[in-house]
């Protein structure tokens, strides 16, 4: 599906990681693990960049969310699918969403607990209803890979356990950057540690012992 070797990524010229060895097979739930400006964003969006070529309903929920504030939930979810129809489709259920439409996205905003939040502007909604708006936004998406980053950072952990489980259901393969070790552990089939700008390990979760983890966040 998706391999780098001896890869180095980073932006305005600048090399945030380096010597990066990674892959990614269908089935896989990866998730990575390291400090904030480890380079982790920096390599959920180099897999993105890579696999959005070829597969072009893969779904992502970026860290600031990627929402539009004036618009309501229902029309922010309903973006994740706006390459699936014409201009006029789309401006169309713009101006009064279709009830098909409507009929198709109940059970995303019931599994993210925004039902009754439909026509609420997402700048109203506070933090963590944005969050499961871009969460909805994906699920509604489908496809069989999603790329998140910081996906349930604004939920309680309940909640947080009760949508990474939802995603499992919907996806076949996940990249997630998580804060969470527990709950890393918990869904991953696979550990990344990132430190420093270069990959610490990578292996079956089994096989990442607690300090390893712990080495990464260390000061």
């Given at each position: 599906?998706?391999?780098f070797h001896d890869a180095t990524f980073?932006?305005?010229?600048?090399?945030?990681?380096?010597?990066?060895?990674?892959?990614?097979?269908?089935?896989?739930?990866?998730?990575?693990?390291?400090?904030?400006?480890?380079?982790?964003?920096?390599?959920?969006?180099?897999?993105?960049?890579?696999?959005?070529?070829?597969?072009?309903?893969?779904?992502?929920v970026p860290q600031e969310h990627g929402?539009?504030?004036?618009?309501?939930?229902?029309?922010?979810?309903?973006?994740?699918?706006?390459?699936?129809?014409?201009?006029?489709?789309?401006?169309?259920?713009?101006?009064?969403?279709?009830?098909?439409?409507?009929?198709?996205?109940?059970?995303?905003?019931?599994?993210?607990?925004?039902?009754?939040?439909?026509?609420?502007?997402?700048?109203?909604?506070?933090?963590?209803?944005?969050?499961?708006?871009?969460?909805?936004?994906?699920?509604?998406?489908?496809?069989?890979?999603?790329?998140?980053?910081?996906?349930?950072?604004?939920?309680?952990?309940?909640?947080?356990?009760?949508?990474?489980?939802?995603?499992?259901?919907?996806?076949?393969?996940?990249?997630?950057?998580?804060?969470?070790?527990?709950?890393?552990?918990?869904?991953?089939?696979?550990?990344?540690?990132?430190?420093?700008?270069?990959?610490?390990?990578?292996?079956?979760?089994?096989?990442?012992?607690?300090?390893?983890i712990h080495d990464l966040y260390r000061?």
């Amino acid at each position: 599906m998706l391999q780098f070797h001896d890869a180095t990524f980073g932006y305005g010229g600048r090399s945030v990681l380096s010597g990066v060895d990674f892959a990614l097979y269908p089935g896989e739930r990866v998730v990575l693990l390291g400090r904030s400006g480890s380079g982790k964003t920096t390599l959920l969006n180099a897999v993105y960049e890579r696999l959005a070529h070829r597969f072009p309903e893969i779904a992502l929920v970026p860290q600031e969310h990627g929402l539009v504030p004036q618009l309501s939930v229902f029309h922010n979810v309903y973006m994740g699918r706006l390459d699936r129809h014409g201009a006029l489709y789309n401006l169309a259920n713009l101006a009064l969403p279709f009830a098909r439409e409507r009929r198709a996205m109940a059970g995303v905003l019931e599994t993210v607990g925004l039902t009754g939040f439909e026509g609420k502007p997402v700048g109203s909604l506070s933090g963590g209803q944005k969050q499961r708006t871009a969460l909805a936004r994906a699920m509604h998406r489908g496809g069989p890979i999603l790329i998140g980053d910081e996906p349930v950072s604004a939920v309680d952990e309940h909640h947080a356990v009760a949508l990474v489980e939802a995603l499992c259901g919907r996806f076949e393969t996940m990249v997630l950057a998580l804060h969470d070790v527990a709950l890393a552990r918990r869904f991953a089939s696979r550990l990344v540690g990132i430190r420093g700008g270069r990959i610490q390990f990578d292996g079956p979760v089994a096989e990442i012992t607690p300090e390893a983890i712990h080495d990464l966040y260390r000061s």
